[in-house]
């Protein structure tokens, strides 16, 4: 029952009027889970505060409703978590673990770069997820940037070709919600 959700948020709590570069009927439509269904992956790309962890875990807990099991994991936990079960030879039953869910969710990649060894980790298990089950990936980095999170382009390529062969990209550009508030203190900074 647990997926993992650091706070819960719903697709109906969102805000399009306050993010308009957001399409509202892919967002909509991407809540049918039909993409679930299709073992689709979605990116959510954009800066910080723009609601992608968000309708991430709004679409994660539309999920869970419909009796899907659903995991959450931020990246920087997964690089660790990889790279421990590499080191304690338990990748295998680590990976089954991450394969096993109809969506898994990775948030935030970007923030922290993979090393070799990390790369290697989640490239088995991008690999066996493809076409197997849906992943969402949020990131601050455009797919051109991939390169530096992975520190190596030919990984990058690799995962970027498997990720994005079915996969819904939404690109937000936009302002941060948690900016919203403070924008009279703008002055003032
Ligand atoms: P990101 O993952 O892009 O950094 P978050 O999804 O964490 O951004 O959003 C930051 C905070 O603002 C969260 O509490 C989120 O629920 C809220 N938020 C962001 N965008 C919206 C929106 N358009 N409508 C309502 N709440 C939003
Ligand atoms: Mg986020």
């Known amino acids: 029952k647990s997926a993992g959700f650091p706070l819960l948020k719903?697709?109906?709590e969102f805000d399009f009027t306050f993010q308009?570069?957001?399409?509202?009927?892919?967002i909509r439509d991407l809540a049918t889970l039909r993409f679930i269904d299709n073992a689709e992956n979605v990116v959510f790309l954009g800066p910080p505060g723009v609601g992608k962890t968000h309708l991430a875990i709004g679409l994660?807990?539309?999920?869970?409703e419909q009796?899907?099991?659903v995991l959450f994991i931020n990246a920087s936990v997964l690089i660790e978590q990889l790279?421990?079960?590499?080191?304690?030879?338990?990748?295998?039953?680590?990976l089954k673990k991450l394969i096993r869910p109809g969506l898994l969710i990775i948030d935030e990649i970007g923030y922290l770069p993979f090393d070799a060894q990390a790369a290697y980790c989640f490239f088995q298990l991008?690999?066996?997820r493809y076409e197997q089950g849906s992943t969402i990936f949020t990131s601050n980095k455009s797919f051109g940037n991939w390169g530096e999170i992975f520190q190596d382009q030919v990984i990058a390529a690799a995962l970027l070709d498997r990720i994005l062969h079915h996969?819904?990209?939404?690109n937000i550009r936009g302002e941060s919600y948690r900016m919203k508030d403070r924008k009279s203190h703008k002055l003032w900074v």
């Open 10 to 12: 719903r697709i109906e």
């Open 67 to 69: 009796g899907i099991p």
């Open 20 to 26: 308009p570069s957001i399409d509202q009927t892919v």
């Open 167 to 170: 996969c819904r990209t939404v």
């Open 126 to 128: 991008i690999s066996r």
């Open 83 to 94: 790279k421990e079960a590499y080191h304690s030879d338990q990748l295998d039953r680590y």
């Open 60 to 64: 994660g807990v539309s999920a869970i």
